[in-house]
């Protein structure tokens, strides 16, 4: 299936959860990082069972310091 990561369109196995989007595009390992899917912030806590369908639309924040 499509979704559009960072308004980019993907493709992605059907039923892919929001962990493993983040695995498969590698912000698995990262810190400081906010997802929000169609225009909802998600928690952490729900991100291994938060399923993505057809058209949905990420957006995945990574927070860095700077100076």
Not at 32 to 38: E, P
């Amino acid at each position: 299936m499509q979704i559009h990561l960072n308004s980019e369109p993907k493709k992605v196995e059907d039923s892919s959860t929001l962990e493993q989007i983040m695995q498969q595009f590698g912000f698995a390992n990262k810190k400081g990082i906010a997802i929000a899917l169609n225009e909802v912030v998600i928690p952490q806590k729900k991100w291994a069972e938060t399923i993505l369908n057809e058209n949905d639309k990420l957006l995945i924040i990574t927070a860095f310091q700077g100076g």
